[in-house]
T-cell receptor, first 113, second 112 residues
Framework: GESVGLHLPTLSVQEGDNSIINCAYS??????FIWYKQESGKGPQFIID?????DKRQGQRVTVLLNKTVKHLSLQIAATQPGDSAVYFC????????????FGQGTTLQVKP | GAVVSQHPSRVICKSGTSVKIECRSL??????MFWYRQFPKKSLMLMAT?????????EQGVEKDKFLINHASLTLSTLTVTSAHPEDSSFYIC????????FGPGTRLLVL
């Protein structure tokens, strides 16, 4: 069945270091991917998205990489700050044009001062 | 990014009562909104897709008579939890889509 998962449930990094959060997806028909950040008690916040016709997209301090060959998505955060501590979810649009998203299980990013 | 609001942010109710949660897209028109439920330390579980002017589409296992959804305008969708029971206690989150889904801040429901 369709599923989106993340390799590590928790990632701990030192403040100032770069963070890499990984995600594996199983539906080869997915052509749109999004990373969300969710802080405790709040709704998910859009970070960055990428379409399948690209393999890299950069934002402010964040980069998303897409490897369609191995169905792998990653989020890189440069110079990680304490405010980056949150749960990060990847999501894919799956097959069909429903607008629905399939979410991964989430990775908790802990930033050590 | 687009702004989506939810009201109330948290609600406590007695078992057997009904609770209405509002979801509004503040700066864009959303023909489609989604309702999710999230348990502690878990991912988001899609409950239903709400389409403006038509009936909602519910995911498998979600009771449509239990969770009533109304999408009366392009900026407002409501979720009513009818005859709430303690097992309905959860974090309910909506999203509005203009291709990308933007999420509301969530509503914490506690049923006593």
């Amino acid at each position: 069945g369709e599923s989106v998962g993340l390799h590590l449930p928790t990632l701990s990094v030192q403040e100032g270091d770069n963070s890499i959060i990984n995600c594996a997806y199983s539906n080869s028909a997915s052509d749109y991917f999004i990373w969300y950040k969710q802080e405790s008690g709040k709704g998910p916040q859009f970070i960055i998205d990428i379409r399948s016709n690209m393999d890299k997209r950069q934002g402010q301090r964040v980069t998303v990489l897409l490897n369609k060959t191995v169905k792998h998505l990653s989020l890189q955060i440069a110079a990680t700050q304490p405010g980056d501590s949150a749960v990060y979810f990847c999501a894919e649009n799956g097959s069909g044009n429903t607008g629905k998203l399939i979410f991964g299980q989430g990775t908790t990013l802990q930033v050590k001062p | 990014g687009a702004v989506v609001s939810q009201h109330p942010s948290r609600v406590i109710c007695k078992s057997g009562t009904s609770v209405k949660i509002e979801c509004r897209s503040l700066d864009f028109q959303a023909t489609t909104m989604f309702w999710y439920r999230q348990f502690p330390k878990k991912s988001l579980m899609l409950m239903a897709t709400s389409n403006e002017g038509s009936k909602a589409t519910y995911e498998q296992g979600v009771e449509k008579d239990k969770f009533l959804i109304n999408h009366a305008s392009l900026t407002l969708s409501t979720l009513t939890v009818t005859s709430a029971h303690p097992e309905d206690s959860s974090f309910y989150i909506c999203s509005a889509s203009d291709e990308t889904q933007y999420f509301g801040p969530g509503t914490r429901l506690l049923v006593l």
